[in-house]
C-alpha cells in the first residue's frame, strides 16, 4: 500500500525523462514538487530515441524487474493522458547460425522466466510484413517490449503531472548553483526540503569534480527517420539486426555468444568500431526510427558521419524491407554514461540533495522504475 509522506517540498532539476520520473514518484507521495528546466522544453537524449521501452535488453534480476515496473507506469501515463503507445513486442532476426544459436540459448534460459520464443522463418514472417526473407532463418521474439513517440510523450508529460499530481514546472530557467536547501538561477532562488539532480550530462556543470571523480564518459549516438509508410504499412514488432545481441546485457546467459562477437570482429570490424547496432521501431503515424551508432568520449564532433549513417541503412536493408526509404530527419543524441559498467549512478554530494545519473542509453526502458525504488527507499513507502 502507497502510503502519503508527511507534507514536504522537492525540486527536481531536469525535465527530461529521468526528473519526469522523480517528479512523479515524489508527487505520488505527497510531495510539493516543482521541476526546473534549462529550456523552454526537453530537447535532449530523452527525445532522441527509438521511443522503446525495452525490458527485453536487461538482464535477469533487479534491472529486468525495473524494466517491467517502468512499463507499467508508462502504460499508465498514456492510458490516462490518451497518448499512442504501443504493445508490439520485439523481434531479433537471425541470418546465420551463430545469430540464432545465441537466440535459441537466450530462449531457453528465459523459458519460464520471461515471454520469449524462438520463431520459425514462416512464424516470423506472419509476425512481420518488413521482413527481408533472404537467407532468414527465424527469430527471437519478446512479448514484453513497448514502444511510445517518446518526443511526444516527454513534451505532454508536464502538462499531466502539473494536473494529475500539482506538480510545477519552471521551465527556461537553468539552475547554476545548489547548496541545500537552496538552489539558485542568477540571482533568483528557491528553496526545498530536498533537491534532486536529474539533468543528464548537465550536471557535469554543476558538480564536476563529481562528474571527474566517478567514471563517467559521455555517448553520441546518430539516428534517423525515414518517411511515413505507404497504404498504412505497418512492421509489427520492432525489428533488431544480429548486432543487437552482442550491445544488450541480457544476452550475455548465451554461451555462443563470443562466437557471435568473434564472427562479428572477424566480417563486420567497422560496425564494432563505431557501435553500431541495427534497430527499427514504427510510430503512430507510421514513420520509422533508425539506428544506431555509439561514440564514447568526454567531447564531440558536432558534425554527424554521413558513412555511420550509411553503415546503418546498408545494414537494415540487410533485415527489412520497407515501402518507402525516404529519410525526413537525422540527428544525434549525447547521454552520460558510467566506464566502470555500473548502471546508475546515486550520489549525495551533501545532505538533502541526490544526484541521479549513470543509466545509460535505457532512460526511457528504468527511469520510472529506478525513480520509484530511490524514492520509496528513502521515506520507507512501497
Known amino acids: 500500500?502507497?502510503?502519503?509522506?508527511?507534507?514536504?517540498?522537492?525540486?527536481?532539476?531536469?525535465?527530461?525523462?529521468?526528473?519526469?520520473?522523480?517528479?512523479?514518484?515524489?508527487?505520488?507521495?505527497?510531495?510539493?514538487?516543482?521541476?526546473?528546466?534549462?529550456?523552454?522544453?526537453?530537447?535532449?537524449?530523452?527525445?532522441?530515441?527509438?521511443?522503446?521501452?525495452?525490458?527485453?535488453?536487461?538482464?535477469?534480476?533487479?534491472?529486468?524487474?525495473?524494466?517491467?515496473?517502468?512499463?507499467?507506469?508508462?502504460?499508465?501515463?498514456?492510458?490516462?493522458?490518451?497518448?499512442?503507445?504501443?504493445?508490439?513486442?520485439?523481434?531479433?532476426?537471425?541470418?546465420?547460425?551463430?545469430?540464432?544459436?545465441?537466440?535459441?540459448?537466450?530462449?531457453?534460459?528465459?523459458?519460464?522466466?520471461?515471454?520469449?520464443?524462438?520463431?520459425?522463418?514462416?512464424?516470423?514472417?506472419?509476425?512481420?510484413?518488413?521482413?527481408?526473407?533472404?537467407?532468414?532463418?527465424g527469430s527471437l521474439y519478446s512479448k514484453d517490449d513497448m514502444l511510445v513517440e517518446a518526443r511526444v510523450a516527454i513534451e505532454k508529460m508536464p502538462a499531466y503531472l502539473t494536473e494529475r499530481y500539482g506538480v510545477e514546472f519552471k521551465f527556461n530557467t537553468a539552475i547554476n548553483f545548489i547548496d541545500h536547501p537552496h538552489v539558485s538561477s542568477g540571482e533568483q532562488s528557491w528553496s526545498a526540503d530536498e533537491i534532486y539532480v536529474c539533468s543528464g550530462a548537465d550536471f557535469e556543470t554543476l558538480y564536476p569534480e563529481i562528474f571527474a571523480s566517478n567514471g563517467f564518459t559521455k555517448c553520441k549516438l546518430q539516428m534517423m527517420r525515414l518517411v511515413a509508410q505507404e497504404n498504412n504499412f505497418r512492421i509489427g514488432p520492432a525489428l533488431c539486426g544480429g548486432l543487437s545481441l552482442t550491445h544488450y546485457k541480457s544476452f550475455e546467459v548465451a554461451s555462443s555468444l563470443p562466437a557471435l562477437k568473434k564472427l562479428y570482429a572477424e566480417t563486420m570490424p567497422d560496425y564494432l568500431k563505431w557501435g553500431i547496432h541495427v534497430m527499427v521501431s514504427q510510430n503512430e503515424t507510421g514513420e520509422l526510427t533508425i539506428g544506431d551508432s555509439h561514440e564514447y568520449g568526454l567531447v564531440f564532433d558536432p558534425f554527424d558521419k554521413q558513412f555511420i549513417n550509411q553503415l546503418i541503412v546498408d545494414y537494415l536493408k540487410k533485415f527489412a524491407v520497407f515501402k518507402n526509404w525516404q529519410m525526413i530527419q537525422s540527428w544525434h543524441g549525447i547521454y552520460p554514461k558510467r566506464t566502470n559498467g555500473e548502471t546508475e549512478f546515486i550520489h549525495h554530494p551533501q545532505k538533502g540533495v541526490t544526484i541521479i545519473n549513470g543509466i545509460g542509453g535505457a532512460g526511457m526502458t528504468l527511469s520510472f522504475g529506478l525513480a520509484e525504488e530511490i524514492i520509496a527507499s528513502k521515506n520507507g513507502t512501497v
Open 1 to 137: 500500500m502507497l502510503q502519503l509522506m508527511p507534507y514536504k517540498n522537492a525540486i527536481v532539476i531536469g525535465a527530461g525523462i529521468l526528473g519526469l520520473a522523480t517528479a512523479r514518484s515524489l508527487a505520488v507521495r505527497g510531495y510539493k514538487v516543482t521541476v526546473f528546466e534549462r529550456n523552454e522544453k526537453c530537447v535532449g537524449a530523452s527525445i532522441r530515441n527509438f521511443g522503446m521501452i525495452w525490458p527485453v535488453g536487461q538482464p535477469n534480476g533487479v534491472l529486468y524487474e525495473r524494466a517491467l515496473r517502468s512499463r507499467s507506469i508508462w502504460k499508465e501515463i498514456c492510458t490516462g493522458t490518451g497518448l499512442w503507445f504501443d504493445e508490439v513486442g520485439s523481434l531479433h532476426l537471425a541470418y546465420s547460425n551463430a545469430e540464432f544459436n545465441v537466440m535459441q540459448e537466450f530462449a531457453e534460459v528465459n523459458k519460464n522466466k520471461r515471454p520469449v520464443k524462438i520463431l520459425t522463418k514462416d512464424e516470423t514472417q506472419k509476425k512481420t510484413q518488413a521482413v527481408n526473407q533472404k537467407d532468414l532463418l
